[in-house]
């Protein structure tokens, strides 16, 4: 829900029916031009910056401009979304989206940092049994396969940040460092592996990282032309099913696999 900003003004004289109040009446509400001058209400300023809301109000439609924003700029590419076409959908105005990021370009990064942000906070969720690290290594690639299949608009960002060659996420610093969770994740995972002998030493969690990520981008970077191709319907349950297992099986099998 988006609240308009309204303003306050004070409320209209009383007027009271009767002949003889008649020219009472015109003065209480300022008819005339002798009762104009005499007016001294003013009113305020329309041109005036959005009232600051409480903060869980503004939390909570700051959240709200980012979905909407998020859905724009994956369908349309940072060049084709419009900040009249995100106000029209939030049922705001661009004065309110500016008021809360400053423009169209800090509201891409802040797009960008949440769509990372997002997929970060599911793996820190995950409930890793460092006692059985083969179990744990297919939790967390079957995880990144079901975040990215329920998170499109977050493919297709990455992929429009790409074709901007990463202009915009080199500007957030903040990613570099959300990052190292998942990068340390990986790396107990391998210890943990290795010191119970069932993983490969000479992978780390950079390269593990890397086919993950590259799989199950290409479930949703590649859906129309592949399927297309090959005639695999990858919306498909069953056909969704044998590929999240195939990327468990994938890593499980590279890691396990001595050289």
Same mark, same amino acid.
């Given at each position: ?37 005499? @007016?001294?209400?003013? =009113?305020?300023?329309?041109? !005036?910056? +959005? ?6 109000? *503004? /939390?909570? #439609? ?59 906070? @599911?793996?820190?969720? =995950?409930?890793?049994?460092? !006692?059985? +690290? ?6 967390? *690639? /079957?995880? #990144? ?59 780390? @969690? ?7 990520? !590259? ?45």
């Amino acid at each position: 829900m988006y609240e308009i900003v309204s303003y306050a003004t004070s409320p209209a004289p009383k007027l009271t029916i009767g002949s003889q109040n008649a020219s009472a009446n015109a003065q209480n509400v300022g008819l005339g031009a002798a009762s104009s001058s005499c @007016a001294t209400s003013k =009113l305020p300023d329309v041109t !005036a910056e +959005p009232r600051p809301e409480p903060v869980r109000d *503004a /939390e909570r #439609t700051r959240a709200d401009l980012i979905e909407v924003a998020t859905a724009v700029f994956s369908q349309q590419g940072y060049s084709g979304a419009r900040v009249d076409e995100i106000a029209e959908r939030t049922r705001t105005t661009k004065r309110m989206i500016y008021y809360y990021f400053g423009g169209k370009e800090q509201l891409y990064l802040a797009v960008l940092e949440n769509a990372y942000r997002s997929i970060r906070q @599911a793996e820190q969720r =995950l409930q890793v049994d460092h !006692a059985d +690290p083969v179990h744990a290594i297919r939790a967390l *690639a /079957e995880l #990144t396969f079901d975040h990215h299949i329920a998170h499109q608009d977050f493919i297709r960002l990455v992929s429009i940040e790409n074709i901007h060659r990463g202009e915009f996420i080199g500007r957030l610093e903040s990613l570099r460092t959300l990052s190292r969770p998942a990068k340390s994740l990986l790396d107990q995972i391998l210890e943990d592996g290795r010191k119970q002998g069932v993983f490969r030493d000479d992978v780390d @969690a950079l390269d593990v990282h890397i086919v993950i990520s !590259a799989y199950c981008v290409f479930q949703v970077a590649n859906r129309y032309t592949f399927g297309y191709l090959f005639d695999i319907d990858f919306t498909d349950a069953r056909t969704r099913d044998h590929l999240r297992r195939m990327i468990g099986d994938v890593v499980v099998g590279w890691l396990t696999t001595r050289p």
